[in-house]
């Protein structure tokens, strides 16, 4: 089983930006599908971005396509989130996630390892 570090969350105008960060511990990190959810307050959490383990496919969810980024860094043992033009509704806790399923603008969890989250604020 792969453990999950995320990091990099915190406050920012609308507009801003920020990189979310996911290290992973595991040998098989590079073989899993990985991918990023959140969970605003009062609501579902919800998927947001989705990786292949060769980084050759992305899937986004509607509301940030254009606007964020999925990466990884596979000798790093890292899975990013670049996150432009962000949007009050933005704002949830980000969790990193894997492996995971993923098809059209969507990844769905199984058996997988969760990060233990990183708030992410934007202010209008």
């Known amino acids: 089983q792969v453990q999950l570090v995320e990091s990099g969350g915190g406050l920012v105008q609308a507009g801003g930006s920020l990189r979310l960060s996911c290290a992973a511990s595991?040998?098989?990190?590079?073989?899993?599908?990985m991918g990023w959810f959140r969970q605003a307050p009062g609501k579902e959490r919800e998927s947001v971005a989705g990786?292949?383990?060769?980084?050759?496919?992305?899937y986004y969810t509607d509301s940030v396509k254009g606007r964020f980024t999925i990466s990884r860094d596979n000798a790093k043992n890292t899975v990013y989130l670049q996150m432009n033009s962000l949007k009050p509704e933005d704002t949830a806790v980000y969790y990193c996630?894997?492996?995971?399923?993923?098809?059209?603008?969507?990844?769905?969890?199984?058996?997988?390892?969760w990060g233990q989250g990183t708030q992410v604020t934007v202010s209008s």
């Open positions: 595991g040998r098989t990190f590079s073989s899993y599908t």
């Open positions: 990786i292949s383990w060769s980084g050759d496919r992305t």
């Open positions: 996630a894997g492996p995971l399923a993923c098809s059209g603008t969507r990844c769905y969890e199984g058996f997988s390892s």
